[in-house]
């Protein structure tokens, strides 16, 4: 079974600095994908960036990046330059692809708040 | 902006009651899902859904549950005699293919049992 570690259950940061959320998983599978989904207080959870395991390269997504350590099974979320609509929960995900019809194994969230 | 919408965003029921909880996926999307959140817990997948059918589904997911896409926009979760564990966020999702874990997610329904 997968398992999906956020170790982090709150964070501040001040608008403007960056950021980094922690995450770790636990599998055996080689080929998978994994996800950061963020979840403004009210709103819809939407994608924020998508990393496929066997890509070396870390995803970026203009603020958003992320340290992806196969080995050590870490995947972090930096945000740079903080802005106040970043605010939010932000959950770590694990998917087994192929076919696998986007069942996630999500963590239990991080909830980020950004101070002016 | 398409987005997924659900109803109700509440609901309080008395255990052994039926539940129906609904979503209308984005118009163009072909695969459905429903996830759950009991409270301080993790979002936990609970089934997919294509072409008329059940893809994959949880363990979570006993006879009690069923899913059905009624009219081709409307996607419900029933819960046929709830439990006092049934209480959770339940958040429905939708997307275009089946495997690049792009969904769209709604809301959420908050589904309280006494």
């Known amino acids: 079974a997968q398992t999906v570690t956020q170790s982090q259950p709150e964070m501040s940061v001040q608008e403007a600095e960056t950021v980094t959320l922690s995450c770790t998983y636990d599998?055996?599978?080689?080929?998978?994908?994994l996800f950061w989904y963020k979840q403004p207080p009210s709103r819809q959870m939407i994608l924020v960036i998508r990393?496929?395991?066997?890509?070396?390269q870390n995803a970026t997504e203009n603020r958003f990046s992320v340290n992806f350590q196969k080995a050590a099974k870490s995947f972090s979320l930096k945000i740079s330059d903080s802005q106040l609509g970043d605010t939010a929960m932000y959950f770590c995900?694990?998917?087994?692809?192929?076919?696998?019809?986007?069942?996630?194994?999500f963590g239990s969230g991080t909830k980020l708040n950004v101070k002016p | 902006e398409p987005e997924v919408t659900q109803t109700p965003s509440h609901q309080v029921t008395q255990m052994g009651q039926e539940v129906i909880l609904r979503c209308v996926p984005i118009?163009?999307?072909?695969?459905f899902y429903w996830y759950r959140q009991i409270l301080g817990q993790k979002v936990e997948f609970l089934v997919s859904?294509?072409?008329?059918?059940?893809?994959?589904k949880s363990e979570i997911f006993d006879d009690q549950f069923s899913v059905e896409r009624p009219d081709g926009s409307n996607f419900t979760l029933k819960i046929r005699s709830t439990r006092l564990e049934d209480s959770a966020m339940y958040f429905c999702?939708?997307?275009?293919?089946?495997?690049?874990?792009?969904?769209?997610f709604g809301e959420g329904s908050r589904l309280t049992v006494l």
């Open positions: 999702a939708s997307s275009t293919d089946k495997n690049t874990g792009e969904l769209f």
């Open positions: 599998t055996s599978e080689s080929n998978y994908y």
């Open positions: 990393q496929e395991a066997y890509k070396q």
């Open positions: 995900a694990f998917m087994k692809p192929p076919y696998n019809f986007n069942k996630f194994y």
């Open positions: 118009s163009n999307h072909l695969y």
């Open positions: 859904f294509y072409n008329n059918e059940i893809s994959e």
